[in-house]
């Protein structure tokens, strides 16, 4: 999948420290009706199962010197196994403000996702400032009918999910097949299990990448190889609560993502700044022998 969804929950705990200011959507859309998107890792997408460091900093600023920089990497592991997909993830971020504040976020990430898109295992420990919280549980989701999400840390909660709920990877599978059938605009409903928040509404935005893009590393610029080397996207995703109606959505991500799932580039947006992961190596992951 994306790689941005539990990367976004710790930007956002910084947005709301730092910046409580409410977002403003770029894309200018409100959120429509809930309308699913379907369950399952999409069969036509091939997802890469590998291994990936990214580098984390601050992008544009609306308040200049407000905010000073922010700084980071990310590491994630995507891996298939035969029955279903594991991932993976560290991050590492601290954001600095003009008057010396520092606020560092740190989460560790581990899930199982079912080839189906219907079972769904997350465990992750976060972070900021020392005071750590862990979150663990399970959750099952169906194309038509509701399903659910239960977390044994940091405290047994019971929550529904809407029909047609997405998890990690089938979220991925489902945009790109999107965006291969050409369309510009998809909805759907997505959950992670990194806070206590539950499912959100997702309204992607999509554009094709120019036939010539190339990615390069951030640092020391280097060229990635055939991994980035293949045709994608531009999409713009905005992520509102399920049940709500206001224009603004929480936050927004714009990310390039291939048509193998890698994302090189995702940019954040929130109210006063954005923060941009870039890739900066990446390394396939060998298919099991089933």
Same mark, same amino acid.
């Not at 003009?98 to 996702?113: A, F, K, N, P």
């Not at 079912?114 to 663990?136: C, I, Q, V």
């Not at 090189?264 to 890739?279: D, G, R």
């Not at 900066?280 to 099991?288: C, D």
């Given at each position: 999948?994306?790689?941005?969804?539990?990367?976004?929950?710790?930007i956002a705990?910084?947005?709301?420290?730092?910046?409580?200011?409410?977002?403003?959507? &770029?894309?200018?859309?409100? !959120?429509?009706?809930? %309308?699913? $998107?379907? /369950?399952?890792?999409?069969? @036509?997408v091939d997802?890469?199962?590998?291994?990936?460091?990214?580098?984390?900093?601050?992008?544009?600023?609306?308040?200049?010197?407000?905010?000073?920089?922010?700084?980071?990497?990310?590491?994630?592991?995507?891996?298939?196994?035969?029955?279903?997909?594991?991932?993976?993830?560290q991050v590492?971020?601290?954001?600095?403000?003009?008057?010396?504040?520092?606020?560092?976020?740190?989460?560790?990430?581990?899930?199982?996702?079912?080839?189906?898109?219907? &079972?769904?295992?997350?465990? !992750?420990?976060?972070? %900021?400032? $020392?005071? /750590?919280?862990?979150?663990? @549980?399970?959750?099952?989701?169906?194309?038509?009918?509701?399903?659910?999400?239960?977390?044994?840390?940091?405290?047994?909660?019971?929550?529904?999910?809407?029909?047609?709920?997405?998890?990690?990877?089938?979220?991925?599978?489902?945009?790109?097949?999107?965006?291969?059938?050409?369309?510009?605009?998809?909805?759907?409903?997505?959950?992670?299990?990194?806070?206590?928040?539950?499912?959100?509404?997702?309204?992607?935005?999509?554009?094709?990448?120019?036939?010539?893009?190339?990615?390069? !590393?951030?640092?020391?610029?280097?060229?990635?190889?055939?991994?980035?080397?293949?045709?994608?996207?531009?999409?713009?995703?905005?992520?509102?609560?399920?049940?709500?109606?206001?224009?603004?959505?929480?936050?927004?991500?714009?990310?390039?993502?291939?048509?193998?799932?890698?994302?090189?580039?995702?940019?954040?947006?929130?109210?006063?700044?954005?923060?941009?992961?870039?890739?900066?190596?990446?390394?396939?992951?060998?298919?099991?022998?089933?």
């Amino acid at each position: 999948m994306l790689p941005f969804v539990r990367t976004l929950a710790i930007i956002a705990a910084c947005a709301a420290v730092l910046a409580p200011t409410p977002v403003t959507s &770029a894309v200018g859309v409100e !959120a429509g009706p809930e %309308t699913g $998107g379907g /369950t399952g890792v999409g069969a @036509g997408v091939d997802l890469l199962a590998h291994k990936a460091v990214y580098s984390l900093k601050m992008g544009k600023t609306d308040s200049p010197g407000q905010f000073l920089n922010v700084g980071g990497a990310v590491e994630t592991v995507m891996e298939k196994t035969c029955d279903a997909w594991i991932s993976a993830e560290q991050v590492n971020m601290q954001v600095t403000t003009q008057s010396g504040g520092v606020l560092r976020q740190d989460l560790v990430y581990t899930g199982w996702e079912s080839f189906d898109g219907k &079972a769904y295992r997350f465990a !992750a420990s976060s972070s %900021t400032n $020392g005071k /750590t919280t862990k979150y663990r @549980g399970s959750a099952r989701a169906h194309p038509e009918t509701a399903g659910e999400a239960v977390y044994v840390e940091p405290e047994k909660i019971t929550m529904v999910l809407p029909s047609g709920t997405q998890f990690y990877f089938g979220l991925t599978s489902w945009l790109i097949e999107k965006a291969r059938a050409g369309e510009t605009r998809a909805e759907t409903i997505v959950f992670d299990g990194t806070d206590e928040e539950g499912p959100q509404k997702a309204i992607a935005f999509i554009i094709p990448l120019r036939k010539n893009y190339k990615h390069k !590393a951030q640092v020391g610029g280097e060229h990635l190889g055939a991994l980035v080397d293949r045709p994608g996207w531009i999409m713009r995703i905005a992520f509102y609560p399920v049940d709500g109606r206001a224009a603004a959505p929480d936050y927004e991500v714009q990310a390039v993502v291939l048509d193998n799932g890698v994302t090189p580039k995702l940019e954040m947006v929130f109210s006063s700044f954005t923060a941009i992961q870039t890739l900066e190596k990446i390394e396939a992951i060998e298919k099991p022998q089933c």
